[in-house]
């Protein structure tokens, strides 16, 4: 499957300009409807020399801090004011916010004169003890029994007074220190995250409007990256615990980093209707998207809050010497090597190739002799004859024209534009690389990452909002 996808996704360019039809007919070459050539591009434009073709799966993320306090809100106290925003930087000690003290302050005047009425009771009631105690020693035999009951039910009422003393105390005890720390303040140096009331948007920096916390300050200091994968996209074993990856900025696709990925939160999804094609043909299903995290190497250039691609680590930034070809291009690999080429004279050829070192993460194999980076190939599909016209691509289109039967190998169908082979296609006529069939899944939004016969780069063709009913999208 991925063999046929990295040779479609050199046909990628055309689909901007045919609106959303996908198709093998390319007729703004020049060609009559009823001709049939045969479109190559060059080894340098397919290849880029080795810097990458841009089929890695991307997941959309943020960055946030490895170190997070948050902040609960009282449920007995009503917030007075706040006093931070979102993306506000705090130190230690900064106040956060302050809860309305006007109740406690009513409650512990009340409280005081509860304490107040139990200390004179305690007082008169240690009175009448001790006179009981005079009275039984000038009492008769007979009436010492009576009174030595009746101060047995003293002390015992003087004890549940002292307890109730006791409580009261402690409750005026916590009505000062709501009165004394009415105000809250920051334990720790950051930017605040989140702040969940009526007046203040949550979850600025994360996407995840998962987190209660009243207010949520994210330590300076280490940064990670927070991802999500779609179910579907996890069966690929792309993105495992342990496994590398290359964040890669969205604004500037020449700014990396590297890291590892740390943990995969299986007992955290987030669940959501997405338009997923079935065999059954139901339409709509139910799709699940995990959160992972990601350590980093290094986090020069990286902005708190900032978001970012992830995508696996397979060799795709090593500079590679000489002539490295997708293995997808070359035929009878095992006896006689050979790729469909132009002859130099617009007729189409069996290039014999030598192979060198294969590359299996890339699948790509070293080209040592029988091609140079000015040869145009195409790629391999039922109907290839040595002799057929040829024609220079000049919109990173390959194969033929006009294929006996009015179609390919099963891969694109000429009359509706559907993909076939697990592909899917958005409604821009965007063609989706990953392996089941499913779109990118991010945290936010999900990104198709099209690897162009132009440029070799990676470049994204469309965002969405993750979770979304475009996740694994099939349309017509």
Same mark, same amino acid.
């Given at each position: 499957m991925k063999k046929k996808v990295i040779a479609i996704v050199c046909a990628v360019a055309v689909l901007a300009a045919a609106g959303g039809g996908v198709t093998w007919h390319f007729l703004g070459n020049g060609t009559k409807e009823d001709d049939n050539v045969v479109y190559v591009n060059t080894v340098k434009a397919l290849t880029n020399l080795g810097t990458g073709n841009g089929m890695e799966n991307r997941y959309a993320g943020v960055v946030e801090s490895e170190n997070t306090w948050k902040v609960e809100k009282n449920s007995e106290k009503k917030v007075k004011e706040v006093y931070v925003e979102v993306g506000q930087e705090v130190q230690v000690g900064t106040p956060l916010f302050s809860y309305d003290t006007e109740k406690f302050q009513s409650d512990l005047e009340q409280a005081q004169l509860d304490l107040e009425r139990i200390n004179n009771e305690l007082s008169s009631m240690n009175t009448n003890i001790n006179q009981l105690y005079k009275d039984k020693k000038q009492a008769s035999k007979d009436q010492q029994a009576s009174i030595t009951l009746e101060i047995q039910e003293a002390e015992l009422d003087l004890k549940k007074k002292e307890y109730e003393g006791k409580s009261k105390q402690a409750e005026i005890d916590k009505l000062n220190d709501n009165i004394t720390n009415a105000?809250?303040?920051?334990?720790?140096?950051?930017?605040?995250? !989140?702040?969940?009331?009526?007046? !203040?948007?949550?979850g600025a920096y994360s996407g995840d409007n998962s987190d209660n916390s009243f207010l949520t300050v994210l330590a300076t200091g280490d940064f990670r990256v927070k991802g999500q994968i779609n179910e579907q996209n996890m069966s690929d074993g792309s993105i495992t615990e342990g496994s590398q990856v290359i964040v890669h900025s969205r604004v500037d696709e020449?700014?990396?980093? &590297?890291?590892?990925?740390?943990?995969?939160?299986?007992?955290?999804?987030? &669940?959501?209707?997405?338009?997923?094609?079935?065999? !059954?043909?139901?339409?709509?299903?139910?799709?699940?998207?995990?959160?992972?995290?990601?350590?980093?190497?290094?986090?020069?250039?990286?902005?708190?809050?900032?978001?970012?691609?992830?995508?696996?680590? @397979?060799?795709?930034?090593?500079?590679?010497?000489?002539?490295?070809?997708?293995?997808?291009?070359?035929?009878?690999?095992?006896?006689?090597?050979? @790729?469909?080429?132009?002859?130099?004279?617009? =007729?189409?050829?069996?290039?014999?190739?030598?192979?060198?070192?294969?590359?299996?993460?890339?699948?790509?194999?070293?080209? &040592?002799?029988?091609?140079?980076? $000015?040869?145009?190939?195409?790629?391999?599909?039922?109907?290839?004859?040595?002799?057929?016209?040829?024609?220079? !691509?000049?919109?990173?289109?390959?194969?033929?024209?006009?294929?006996?039967?009015?179609?390919?190998?099963?891969?694109?169908?000429?009359?509706?534009?559907?993909?076939? $082979?697990?592909?899917?296609?958005?409604?821009?006529?965007?063609?989706?690389?990953?392996?089941?069939?499913?779109?990118?899944?991010?945290?936010?939004?999900? &990104?198709?990452?099209?690897?162009?016969?132009?440029?070799? =780069?990676?470049?994204?063709?469309?965002?969405?909002?993750?979770?979304?009913?475009?996740?694994?999208?099939?349309?017509?």
């Open positions: 105000t809250v303040i920051s334990e720790i140096a950051g930017v605040v995250k !989140s702040i969940n009331n009526d007046d !203040s948007s949550a020449n700014q990396t980093w &590297t890291g590892t990925v740390t943990k995969i939160d299986r007992e955290n999804a987030r &669940t959501g209707s997405n338009n997923v094609y079935s065999s !059954s043909g139901d339409g709509m299903t139910q799709s699940s998207n995990y959160p992972f995290y990601v350590q980093l190497d290094g986090t020069n250039g990286l902005m708190l809050g900032q978001h970012v691609y992830v995508e696996p680590d @397979v060799g795709q930034q090593e500079v590679k010497t000489g002539i490295w070809l997708s293995d997808s291009f070359i035929n009878d690999v095992d006896s006689n090597p050979y @790729v469909w080429a132009d002859n130099g004279k617009g =007729k189409l050829e069996k290039r014999s190739v030598t192979l060198g070192t294969h590359d299996e993460n890339m699948m790509e194999y070293q080209i &040592t002799d029988g091609l140079a980076e $000015d040869d145009a190939i195409t790629f391999p599909e039922d109907g290839l004859e040595e002799g057929m016209k040829t024609v220079v !691509s000049t919109d990173g289109s390959l194969g033929q024209s006009n294929p006996a039967g009015g179609e390919d190998d099963g891969m694109l169908d000429n009359d509706d534009g559907m993909v076939d $082979d697990g592909m899917t296609q958005d409604e821009n006529g965007m063609v989706d690389n990953t392996m089941d069939g499913a779109e990118y899944s991010g945290e936010e939004d999900t &990104t198709n990452v099209i690897g162009g016969a132009d440029n070799g =780069k990676a470049e994204p063709a469309d965002t969405q909002e993750a979770g979304s009913a475009d996740d694994g999208e099939v349309q017509p």
